[in-house]
């Protein structure tokens, strides 16, 4: 053992028998309570101390002395380090190893998956059903104009920006940092279509609006640039885009029967069988297929598609022939 090893040793042995522990019981102090015990979640709260975060794992079981503790730490110069978070911590570990835990943040994190095309509110219920963050509390960010601007993307809102992926997170992060780490994946995608974006005239939340409808008409990805090319050609045409999703997005508390009197509604400011263009915010959260089908549509003439009731859609250039896929499918759909 080298001289400045045997001098912090002794130190530590100093400082161990200051908190009244005898030599031969500091291996005591820092050994495992219980050498056959399961690892259990512990928190460390936000802005807790040293000697409060030793004591409460003394008073848990999961250390023998919060003391010995306290004074390991500040022997190993991790005292002023000790993360926020929850942890798993066994008490058959020992002093140090569970010090390690909490100085280093190796933090539980939960794991949800947001598939494509989901909802804000969607979302905000999914965190809440895995533990990550309150659901009202995240919704109030995603809703909020000026975190938004902050996060640097074309509010009103977060709707739209709030990437589908699967996120380990941890808990104890605020609303608006688990919201920050949704929109920063959508970012990192974002950034290698927005020129191409701009080169075709459409700014972020226009590119991330046709994105969504997209994302909501079809789930069959060879078909997103074909769907793309319907609508981006029915705008160039000034036509109105006629989606259904759109319309039920404006429909408060939707019983999921799309009405004629849904559709006729002028006060549903989603209803693109009455507005002109675009819907004025997206309509739920597209992932990168969606996206970049809605920056590099498909080159066509279509204007129209049906579904063929299978998950896919036949395409039309002109009415006559979507009128004559509807009967067909419609009236297949109907014998069934």
């Known amino acids: ?79 002023g380090s000790l993360q926020a978070g929850e942890y798993e911590i066994s008490a ?11 100085a280093e943040g190796r933090v539980v994190n939960y794991e949800v998956t947001l598939p494509e095309g989901l909802t804000a509110v969607e979302i905000a219920a999914r965190l809440e ?9 995240f919704l109030a960010v995603a809703r909020d104009p000026a975190v938004a601007v902050e996060f640097g993307v074309e509010g009103p809102g977060l709707e739209g920006y709030l990437f589908p992926e699967t996120y380990r997170i941890a808990r104890g992060l605020t609303p ?39 994302e909501k008409e079809t789930a069959a990805p060879a078909e997103r640039p074909l769907v793309a090319s319907v609508f981006a050609n029915r705008l160039v045409r000034h036509m109105r885009l006629d989606s259904d999703p759109t319309t ?29 263009g675009l819907p004025p915010t997206p309509i739920a959260n597209p992932g990168a297929d969606s996206l970049r089908a809605a920056v590099h549509p498909a080159e066509t003439s279509y204007l129209y598609f049906v579904s063929r009731n299978d ?24 014998a069934q």
């Open 92 to 102: 058959a570990w020992g002093t140090r190893r569970i010090l390690d835990q909490i």
């Open 176 to 214: 608006k940092q688990v919201a920050r780490v949704l929109v920063g994946q959508f970012q990192r995608v974002w950034i290698g279509l927005a020129d191409d974006a701009r080169a075709r005239g459409l700014s972020m939340r226009e590119a991330v609006t046709l994105a969504s409808i997209v």
């Open 248 to 276: 039920i997005y404006g429909i408060a508390d939707f019983d999921g029967n799309l009405t004629r009197a849904n559709l006729e509604d002028e006060e549903n400011r989603w209803n693109t069988y009455r507005i002109d």
């Open 1 to 79: 053992m080298s001289r400045l090893l045997r001098a912090a040793a002794l130190f530590l042995v100093l400082l161990l028998a200051a908190a009244g522990l005898s030599a031969a019981g500091i291996g005591w102090a820092l050994g495992p309570v219980d050498a056959a015990a399961p690892a259990v979640r512990f928190e460390v709260p936000a802005g807790a101390t040293l000697r409060r975060v030793t004591s409460d794992l003394e008073r848990a079981g999961l250390v023998r002395s919060g003391r010995a503790m306290e004074l390991l730490a500040r022997w190993r110069g991790v005292a």
């Open 129 to 137: 059903q895995a533990g990550v963050t309150n659901a009202a509390d």
């Open 311 to 334: 998950g896919t859609h036949v395409f039309a250039s002109t009415l006559a022939e979507h009128n004559a896929n509807v009967a067909q499918y419609q009236k297949r759909r109907h």
